[in-house]
């Protein structure tokens, strides 16, 4: 079972390049991260999620780790991110570090010693095949960068090879079981990556393609489960507060392997994305659910989403994300009213809510050149706006140092404008937040009944006592529905209840208690 701080979290997402940057140099750093715990606090976030911050060559924005155990110069030092850890503890905030298991760097020195001709330590902690010209068929692979006769297969971008975890199905000479010494020596690897933060006081990882690790794996990820169960051991008996959040989006597989949370992530397809992306499942016409009058259908997301969560929710937590680094954020579609609508329903549904940075601001996407391995999604990955001072607020270096463009459309929101703004998307966020700590039903696992998901009418559902409704369209919608004794506790909009109808006005969102 996850653990017991994980109820009441609600994480925030750092994309340290971009967040604050305290020395000038353009790029966000960890100072910049303790600079502003107390904004984050005052959202009522009370864990990060920092995107890697490790050594790297920044190919693909960190997730191509040099090495594992050392900050990237650039953000800060070691000691840096321990006074994170503690600054951040003293405040009731946990912080979660970025892993990646499934590849390194190329210019990890595992990954160096590995490419030798002569026979190492490392030899086999990649996959490799056993002669130069021999492709490793069904993966991506290089050939011909390496003084060893092999070529080696890729976790992701060409910078990236895959680390050897072992096959689940052995079907080439070459491929190692996952009983193989180097594949347990990779697993052990890992572990050991893992101690060393969770001993200076990091609160557990979210864990990038964490379904990723064993190749030739069966549909149910059999092999790469019984590691992470075998992670999950050691945790439980070393570091037992420890969270860890997968990008997996198979909540049912991910929590029986052991996992707390399993992020919903929203690729094309998936019902989360029908909430506030629909032009990803589209050609033309966008019916997001939360888009106001697109004729959207709240079913389309919980014929998955229920299914996973009435699998697992005595297992662990599915994670809801109002963005992250990989995905357009949702300002580029929703405008603020409706983003008001969208975040008040994904912070009152169960499992554990993620807020990427700036989205609390309604940021925008920006169109711009790819950077370290961003293309599209560099867009939402820009300098966080502070205020309208210099850089937005952001860093007091050079502009053309910035590690990439703030916006600079003369409305851009900012955090100084929007908490001198009243009616805010910012405020919102605080207030439903403050609501979901206060109310014991709104957390993680408080319980979950659809009321009404039928089309033309509201979208009622129950937590615990509570019922909320939410009606994104212009019209006001109706639902017949007893709640008699009861009263509205928070609400965006209009609502009322009479004579066993629950009428929710055009873009309201309802709490009755
Ligand atoms: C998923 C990460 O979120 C993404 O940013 C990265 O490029 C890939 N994994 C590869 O590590």
């Excluded at 996992?259 to 397809?269: A, I, K």
Aim: glycine share 8%; proline share 5%.
């Amino acid at each position: 079972m996850a653990a017991k701080w994980l109820n009441d979290a609600v994480f925030y997402e750092i994309y340290p390049q971009s967040f604050y940057d305290t020395n000038g140099d353009g790029i966000g750093d960890i100072q910049g991260i303790i600079a502003k715990l107390d904004y984050i606090k005052g959202l009522g976030c009370n864990a990060l999620w920092i995107n890697p911050c490790f050594d790297s060559p920044f190919k693909d924005a960190g997730y191509d780790v040099r090495d594992y155990k050392k900050v990237a110069p650039r953000y800060g030092t070691n000691d840096d991110l321990v006074e994170l850890f503690n600054v951040a503890h003293e405040k009731g905030i946990r912080v979660l570090l970025d892993l990646v298991p499934g590849h390194t760097s190329e210019e990890h020195e595992w990954f160096r010693m590995s490419q030798k001709a002569e026979k190492n330590e490392y030899s086999d902690r990649f996959i490799w095949t056993d002669f130069c010209f021999a492709a490793a068929p069904g993966f991506p692979y290089i050939g011909g960068e390496s003084e060893r006769s092999g070529t080696y297969v890729l976790n992701f971008f060409k910078c990236q090879p895959a680390l050897n975890y072992g096959f689940f199905k052995v079907d080439q000479p070459w491929q190692k079981p996952m009983n193989h010494p180097a594949a347990i020596a990779t697993r052990e690897a890992i572990k050991d990556i893992m101690r060393f933060w969770l001993s200076r006081g990091c609160d557990g990882f979210r864990v990038d393609m964490a379904s990723s690790l064993v190749k030739n794996d069966d549909e149910k990820k059999t092999g790469t489960s019984r590691i992470w169960r075998d992670v999950r051991r050691m945790l439980d008996l070393e570091f037992p507060e420890a969270a860890m959040v997968s990008e997996w989006s198979n909540p049912s597989l991910a929590l029986r392997a052991g996992y707390d949370c399993d992020f919903y992530l929203n690729e094309p397809g998936s019902g989360y994305s029908t909430l506030m992306r629909d032009y990803y499942n589209h050609d033309s016409e966008d019916h997001s659910y939360f888009k106001k009058d697109a004729g959207g259908d709240i079913n389309r997301f919980l014929d998955q989403y229920l299914d996973w969560y009435n699998d697992t929710k005595d297992l662990g937590y599915i994670s809801l994300i109002t963005c992250n680094h990989d995905t357009i954020r949702p300002r580029y579609n929703l405008d603020e009213s409706e983003l008001k609508l969208a975040y008040a329903t994904i912070f009152t549904l169960p499992g554990v809510p993620f807020l990427y940075y700036g989205d609390e601001i309604g940021m925008r996407y920006q169109e711009l050149p790819t950077k370290e391995g961003g293309y599209y999604r560099t867009g939402s990955r820009t300098p966080m706006q502070w205020d309208n001072s210099k850089n937005r607020g952001f860093s007091a270096g050079n502009k053309e140092d910035l590690y990439l463009p703030v916006d600079e459309s003369e409305d851009a929101p900012t955090v100084a404008g929007c908490e001198a703004d009243p009616d805010s998307l910012l405020h919102t966020v605080k207030e439903i937040l403050a609501l979901r700590h206060s109310k014991t039903d709104l957390q993680a696992a408080g319980d979950l009944q659809i009321v009404c998901s039928e089309a033309g009418k509201p979208f009622v559902y129950r937590r615990g006592s509570l019922t909320i409704a939410v009606n994104p369209d212009s019209n006001e919608k109706e639902v017949t529905l007893d709640l008699s004794g009861h009263s509205i506790l928070w609400q965006i909009g209009t609502a009322g209840c009479e004579d066993g109808v629950l009428k929710v006005g055009g873009q309201s969102f309802v709490i009755f208690e």
